[in-house]
Nanobody, 115 residues
């Protein structure tokens, strides 16, 4: 059974930092591409960052230079370090992976950035 459990969200002032974690189980983590998405109220869910099995990464233009995705294969965990946060980063952040053609999501963690 695939499970993705996010943690680390919260309330922060603009310019602050947060680190999100996503603990995965039920998958061959070290061989999996892992992603972070976010969904703000009234908006579509969008890709924030992704890391592949080969440790390559890709970011949305809106977060480049501010967010860093990383992974710890020994802990089956993917992280999202978010610096220089802006009010427009406010959203529910979701962990994601595709396994055998099926997409899995975590329950989401709320990030709120005040101006």
């Amino acid at each position: 059974q695939v499970q993705l459990v996010e943690s680390g969200g919260g309330f922060v002032q603009a310019g602050g930092s947060l680190r999100l974690s996503c603990a995965a189980s039920g998958i061959y983590f070290r061989f999996s591409t892992m992603g972070w998405y976010r969904q703000a109220p009234g908006k579509q869910r969008e890709l924030v960052a992704v890391t592949t099995r080969g440790y390559s990464t890709n970011y949305a233009d809106s977060v480049k230079g501010r967010f860093t995705i990383s992974r710890d294969n020994a802990k089956n965990t993917v992280y999202l370090q978010m610096n220089s946060l802006k009010p427009e980063d406010t959203a529910v952040y979701y962990c994601n992976t595709d396994q055998g053609g099926r997409t899995y999501w975590g329950q989401g963690t709320q990030v709120t950035v005040s101006s």
